[in-house]
């Protein structure tokens, strides 16, 4: 068998190679050995390691490797062969090896339930060891690539990484909706406890990113908790509870059955289903003094947050305490154009249900206007004399007033200063005796 006179290696294809070894191993002590930039070539024969070169050109006699003697008793010059084998190690860094992980089931603290999520992101890694490397992980291969890499270390790794964002989470008290502001201190936590890992290998984590953490939709539980999630997103912006949106569903789902009852008699059903829908809603609301039925039910629909009812403590009996003086009579309401969207509601609904933006009605006409308009754009009158609205019970009240006349709440004047009781002039934004903002 021929003596190999040249040993090199330089990689072909976009595939990222760790290790290769060379294909023959009848070498001599003429042979020579290439290493290029950003690689080292090994040396084993009998099972141990002969030496280690780093870039240059090299020849493989018993200058630079006296254990040659020992192993095969070669003298001083001349040619003279030996068997071994020649591994080429790449040892520049990779930054693009991509991670992901499945349905992984933490506790909440915000929510306080089990939610499934899923992380991705991508690390980098650099062979520190080529020695510890070939051993422990390369073995009998004749090339270790990045697939074998990710393959070898997935069950491993995938545990690992798990485990730490769990612990992490735990120790930190962390909800799943401030994680996003915490992916940086995250990343650098599982980098920092995955780098002995890694070590023990021959490599060094160089990189260690978390992308993101989503919910995990594939499976019903994670579904069922985005849309809940969704939900709450929606009522938050708009302003409603969970018990308007339920009473707004049922209302719907009222107007859309006589709708479609309407459509069936005579094709009008849009107009009369709509008109129907509302004279039901007011008959309600003055249900021949029972308003533990029909008023409590028209209200608790159509009434804003503020007068809405709450569970667990004595609201629901105030509430229908506050109907039976009243007779059970509700107030007259009227449709109202939104001043945002246009969108057509009743008057005594606080927010607009289709964009959420606020009720603010001219004292006069009750057309909604901007907040910030000077006059109505229904009927001129000037906003800034109708004083303001009661906090309590949404009543008006005529400036300078300082107790609502509906239901007695205090109210403070915009025209006096919060902090020090000082007379305020319209045109001022801060009270020019304390400088508190107005």
């Not at 603290?109 to 499934?116: D, L, Q, R, V």
């Not at 406890?193 to 539980?221: R, V, Y």
């Not at 319209?426 to 304390?434: E, G, I, R």
Request: some cysteine; aromatic content about 8%; glycine content about 10%.
């Amino acid at each position: 068998m021929a003596l190999i006179d040249l040993v090199r290696w330089a990689p072909q294809g976009s595939e990222t190679i760790y290790a290769w070894r060379f294909p023959h191993t009848n070498l001599s002590t003429y042979t020579q050995l290439i290493v290029q930039e950003s690689q080292e070539a090994l040396l084993f024969s009998k099972g141990q390691l002969v030496g280690k070169f780093g870039p240059g050109k090299h020849t493989l006699n018993t200058e630079n490797l006296p254990i040659l003697r020992s192993l095969f008793g070669i003298p001083f010059g001349g040619q003279n062969p030996f068997t071994a084998e020649v591994w080429f190690v790449n040892k520049i860094q990779t930054y693009d090896i991509q991670w992901r992980i499945d349905s992984m089931s933490i506790h909440d603290a915000g929510y306080n339930t089990h939610i499934p999520i899923t992380a991705n992101g991508q690390y980098g890694i650099n062979i520190e060891d080529s020695e510890r490397f070939i051993i422990k992980l390369v073995g009998t291969k004749y090339a270790f690539t990045e697939r074998d890499f990710t393959s070898q270390f997935e069950g491993e790794f995938t545990s690992k990484v798990k485990s730490i964002i769990m612990q992490y989470m735990m120790q930190n008290n962390l909800s799943f909706k401030q994680i996003s502001a915490y992916l940086s201190q995250m990343s650098d936590y599982l980098k920092e406890s995955m780098a002995p890992f890694c070590k023990e290998t021959g490599l060094n984590l160089s990189k260690f990113f978390i992308k993101t953490i989503e919910i995990d939709d594939s499976t019903p539980e994670g579904r069922r908790v985005k849309e809940a999630i969704t939900k709450q997103a929606e009522m938050s912006i708009t302003g409603r509870t969970w018990q308007q949106e339920q009473m707004f569903d049922t209302a719907n789902h009222a107007i859309g059955g006589l709708t479609s009852t309407m459509d069936g008699l005579n094709g009008t059903g849009g107009l009369l289903g709509g008109i129907l829908a509302i004279n039901m809603m007011n008959g309600m609301a003055n249900n021949g003094g029972i308003p533990g039925i029909g008023g409590g039910m028209a209200q608790g629909m159509m009434q804003p947050q503020y007068n809405q009812p709450t569970f667990g403590g004595n609201n629901n009996v105030q509430g229908g305490a506050q109907q039976m003086a009243q007779g059970g009579m509700a107030q007259p309401t009227k449709m109202v154009h939104c001043s945002n969207c246009a969108n057509k509601f009743p008057n005594n609904m606080r927010f607009c249900p289709k964009c959420g933006d606020e009720y603010n009605p001219c004292p006069k006409c009750g057309t909604d206007n901007d907040k910030n308009a000077r006059r109505c754009i229904g009927c001129g009158t000037q906003l800034q004399a109708a004083g303001v609205c009661c906090p309590n019970c949404n009543a008006q009240i005529p400036a300078g007033t300082s107790f609502c006349g509906n239901c007695g709440t205090r109210v403070v004047s915009s025209d006096v200063c919060t902090r020090c009781g000082n007379a305020l002039s319209p045109a001022v934004k801060f009270c020019p005796v304390c400088g508190n903002k107005r």
